[in-house]
């Protein structure tokens, strides 16, 4: 049974959605677990400094993708959302727990004025960043070894435990932490900050390498554990795999020799991690789960896949160029400065004082409340006058 071109459409859309937020989240965890290996208060100053001109201002939308990939994913592909949820609800929980908590960690840390309170939000921010990835990647590697049936019966350890799993789940990490000082390179270039420039380049060459040998690793445990993705790799798939490889040593040596090459090394590193993830996807066709569940047997009907192509054109016209907007804001500084101002005076112990008294703002939507306040008048009297007439009002 071939799978129809609708599915074969949504599936192609879910894995550029994944490789979506392995970019842009990707780059936002990566921060978070720079910002843990940063050092002590006054030795990690400068660089979680950094961090926060970078992150402040894009890291909540990043989330946009995860959301769209898992709306897409149970929509378009119910079975294999559903025995995906079941059998890895541990690695998936702990993941989302994750999320949630490096959010309130990084939002605690700018609010809070005591130093003790401020670094334990930091930490959970910094410990989230570095859990949240990892166990998604053993997600993955749970999927890659077929070791998710389509029909599980509860949760399965065994599934997520295995070294490929857990070797798939370093690398996720890796692979957060070179992206995301990849970036950090051309922020700080951009700011006109050469220790950081200095800094993050010698971290992403560091990252890059550990990636590299990780990939490496992954790639011989799988011949034994997932024979199927990986005879796929090595056949059909390797032109991706290629790519990806090549983009990655493009990368560290721009980072190393070229790192004010700002726009050639952001590229090559999006490369070298897209490609990778395209790999997976086509190394996996025509299977959801390998071995266990295919992509024409646990599709959604048509409609349904038509649906999620309109969604998509709504999500490309109206998300993506809005990204494309706020990226441009903070690559230019203009989002950057607001937020570092506010930081600043939530920070200031002056904001203590008791503001001197100011007239009265001006209330709000004034318009919108009379006009609601007309219109009830206009129905009050209308039933009133039908009401004379001996007639309902229509």
Not at 265 to 287: D, N
Request: one cysteine or more.
């Amino acid at each position: 049974m071939t799978a129809s071109p609708e599915a074969i459409g949504v599936g192609v859309l879910l894995v550029a959605v994944i490789a979506a937020y392995a970019l842009f989240a990707g780059a936002d965890f990566g921060a978070g677990i720079w910002d843990l290996l940063a050092g002590g208060t006054r030795r990690g100053a400068g660089p979680r400094a950094a961090i926060d001109a970078s992150l402040t201002p894009v890291w909540e939308g990043n989330h946009v993708w995860l959301i769209f990939g898992l709306v897409i994913t149970w929509t378009g592909f119910p079975q294999a959302f559903a025995a995906v949820m079941t059998a890895l609800f541990v690695p998936l929980f702990v993941s989302l727990m994750g999320i949630v908590l490096r959010g309130v960690g990084f939002a605690f840390r700018h609010e809070a004025r005591r130093l003790r309170f401020r670094q334990l939000a930091g930490a959970v921010f910094a410990v989230s960043s570095l859990i949240t990835p990892f166990f998604l990647g053993t997600v993955i590697g749970a999927v890659v070894t077929g070791r998710v049936p389509a029909r599980p019966s509860g949760n399965l350890p065994s599934a997520w435990t295995t070294p490929t799993a857990l070797v798939t789940g370093f690398l996720f990490t890796a692979a957060c932490a070179y992206i995301s000082a990849i970036y950090l390179v051309g922020d700080s270039h951009r700011r006109g900050d050469p220790r950081m420039v200095t800094y993050f380049v010698r971290r992403a060459a560091a990252a890059g390498v550990v990636t590299g040998v990780l990939a490496g690793v992954n790639m011989l445990l799988m011949r034994d554990s997932a024979t199927y993705v990986s005879d796929r790799l090595t056949g059909d798939a390797l032109p991706l795999v290629a790519l990806s490889v090549a983009a990655g040593a493009a990368a560290l040596v721009l980072v190393l020799f070229r790192p004010t090459r700002i726009a050639l090394l952001r590229v090559t590193a999006a490369i070298a991690v897209a490609a990778v993830v395209g790999g997976w996807g086509w190394a996996q066709y025509p299977y959801l789960l390998p071995t266990s569940l295919t992509l024409a047997a646990g599709s959604a009907p048509t409609a349904a896949a038509q649906a999620e192509f309109a969604v998509a054109a709504l999500a490309a016209l109206l998300v993506v160029p809005s990204f494309g907007y706020l990226y441009w804001l903070q690559q230019h500084g203009r989002l950057q400065e607001g937020s570092s101002a506010s930081l600043r005076a939530a920070a200031s112990p002056g904001d203590l004082a008791v503001p001197a008294a100011e007239p009265p703002a001006p209330r709000k939507g004034g318009f919108l409340t009379g006009l609601m306040l007309t219109a009830a008048i206009v129905d009050l009297v209308r039933d009133a006058l039908a009401r004379r007439r001996g007639r309902r009002p229509s």
